[in-house]
């Protein structure tokens, strides 16, 4: 039977899954009435198992021990879309709870790594559940692939290319090949990538010298480890996901224009105080925290490609969680935003991480929970459709995502656009954040104080 060796960095995803940080990137999709779950089905088939190979391949082990992709003869979409009633009373409580077990579930290792619910009977209609392995592709790009299920100004994409079989080559041919591609990729998004500098996303400058490189990777390994605080600590098997209400992307929008920011600074700015608040409701000293911050290198106005696969660096951004006044907070993020715009990390922690797929799992490991040392949480920023969609002749109300927290981190946050609104979402161990809702509060009430340092400063 014919197998195809999984890339190097899809690989190392793969390898990082353990009962206490599922390699799963979750998605809810919220809608404004009742979905016809045929039509549905219907467009899963035709759009994303019939379009993309790795719907419909698992994942098997070559005889050395690494990861390989091989199609599924037994597949069958019944498994993979499933329907679930929301349980009594029916409301956001209940659908989080809902959200939160499927979230600690692992996916079943013996077919294709994604699993579709349709959640039915909350308030305010029906929601899509989706839970895809980190080794099928990275956040943006499946996010990206989910929404071709989906009909409206600017939800379709082309059709993905066509499939090739490359030949084969040598890890370290292989690694060359990809870094010198990565860096293209990289000069791609400051040339054609418009569309990310209108959203709420990390964009910037991420390959200015080759030189920098190395001292770029220097400084990460050397980043002092993030105080001990409850954010941080053994894991259990537990996870806790909650998401805010949209917060309007123009409300945002004049805070930034009215305090010297943009979009995502204001964003992360109210994390910031987020944090900063929910340590001091538990009597914990407010000290810089790291967020490790997902970079896109693959340019959004190209299709993904048939073989999706992982394209993305991360950088650490140090979060100024010690400055008490939000404007001072604000500007002091936007300062640090900029030097990480100018900097090439996310672009040299690709390469590692793809150099690193070729090692074994247990080192890996190692490596991988040594840079988490230095951080507290994920932060994620990804770009929606800026009009409505349809899915199934269904409106989409709202969307929430979630990367998986890789390295024993217990704290993702993510940061999701879409037709005018942002939501806040929230997924932590059950261990570390057992109250969810309480960031998601903070959050809100430090982008009021901002609102209301717009209003003083009119």
């Not at 390989?68 to 979409?77: G, H, I, K, P, T």
């Not at 099928?136 to 379709?156: C, Y």
């Not at 910037?204 to 105080?227: C, E, F, N």
Request: aromatic share 6%; with cysteine.
């Amino acid at each position: 039977m014919n197998q195809e060796r999984m890339a190097s960095v899809d690989a190392l995803w793969f390898h990082m899954e353990e009962p206490a940080n599922l390699m799963m990137i979750t998605a809810v999709l919220g809608f404004e009435g009742r979905l016809d779950f045929e039509r549905l089905r219907e467009l899963v088939r035709t759009r994303l198992v019939e379009c993309y190979p790795r719907f419909r391949q698992k994942v098997v082990m070559g005889r050395l021990g690494q990861p390989q992709w091989e199609e599924a003869q037994d597949f069958s979409l019944d498994a993979h879309l499933r329907r679930l009633q929301v349980p009594a009373p029916g409301d956001r409580a209940a659908l989080e709870s809902l959200v939160s077990e499927w979230m600690s579930t692992p996916l079943e290792r013996s077919r294709p790594l994604w699993q579709f619910h349709v959640l039915e009977g909350g308030d305010g209609g029906d929601v899509l559940l989706a839970r895809l392995h980190h080794c099928l592709s990275d956040g943006i790009a499946l996010a990206r692939v989910l929404l071709t299920l989906t009909d409206g100004d600017g939800a379709r994409e082309e059709a993905p290319e066509s499939s090739r079989t490359a030949p084969r080559e040598g890890g370290l041919a292989k690694w060359m090949r990809g870094a010198r591609a990565v860096a293209g990729t990289a000069r791609t998004v400051l040339r054609k990538g418009a569309e990310i500098a209108a959203e709420p996303i990390l964009a910037g400058d991420l390959v200015r010298q080759g030189a920098l490189g190395a001292a770029a990777l220097g400084k990460l390994m050397v980043v002092t480890p993030d105080p001990r605080t409850p954010l941080r600590g053994p894991l259990g098997t537990r996870k806790r996901a909650a998401w805010s209400s949209p917060i309007p992307l123009e409300r945002v929008k004049a805070v930034g224009k009215a305090l010297g920011g943009t979009v995502n600074d204001v964003l992360l700015a109210a994390l910031t105080g987020a944090l900063r608040r929910y340590l001091e409701a538990r009597n914990v000293p407010p000290e810089d925290l790291h967020a490790v911050v997902p970079v896109n290198l693959r340019p959004l106005d190209e299709p993904v490609p048939r073989a999706l696969g992982n394209r993305f660096g991360v950088v650490l951004l140090r979060l100024p969680v010690h400055l008490a006044e939000p404007r001072r907070r604000l500007h002091e993020l936007s300062r640090r935003m900029d030097l990480v715009k100018k900097s090439p990390e996310a672009v040299v922690t690709f390469g590692a991480l793809e150099l690193l797929g070729y090692t074994p799992a247990p080192l890996e490991r190692v490596v991988v929970d040594v840079f988490a040392t230095k951080a507290s949480l994920v932060a994620t920023n990804v770009p929606g459709p800026r009009q409505p969609v349809s899915l199934a002749g269904v409106k989409l109300r709202a969307l929430t995502f979630w990367v998986p927290q890789a390295g024993h981190l217990g704290l993702g946050v993510s940061l999701f656009s879409y037709a005018g609104q942002v939501t806040v979402g929230v997924a932590a161990d059950e261990l570390r954040v057992p109250d969810p809702h309480a960031l998601i509060d903070h959050f809100h009430a430090e982008l009021e104080a901002l609102s209301d340092g717009v209003t003083q400063v009119a």
